[in-house]
């Protein structure tokens, strides 16, 4: 019986040495990893440095066209249950609005990146 725990607490001994020397051979101070990571943004940067127009554009329609798709996919089945022409005016309707918008994004240039 005691020789089970005094193994055991050999063991948890060892390995919380183990894990302490490993923590103190590997030590490195480097800035950049004691700091947060932000989404690809240099936490480290100045403050005060302007978002691209361009990037904020993109992503109000992102945000757009996501929920529209959120909005299309029960939007199918309900037509596929339904089989009421109305539900199908509807949605033809509801994509030639979305088509719309795109058409509308790509004359303006919003897509071109470049």
Not at 15 to 20: C, E, H, P, R
Not at 62 to 90: K, R
Request: proline share 4%.
């Amino acid at each position: 019986m005691y020789s089970v725990f005094f193994v055991t607490l050999l063991v948890v001994i060892s390995l919380i040495t183990i894990s302490f020397i490993i923590k103190w051979v590997s030590n490195t101070n480097m800035v950049e990893k004691m700091s947060p990571f932000e989404c690809g943004f240099d936490p480290l940067a100045p403050t005060r440095t302007p978002f691209s127009t361009r990037f904020i554009l993109l992503l109000v329609f992102f945000l757009i066209f996501d929920v529209e798709t959120v909005i299309m996919l029960p939007l199918s089945q309900s037509v596929m249950n339904s089989g009421d022409v109305a539900s199908i005016y509807y949605s033809l309707g509801f994509l030639s609005i979305l088509l719309l918008g795109l058409l509308y994004e790509w004359a303006n240039g919003v897509l071109d990146w470049t």
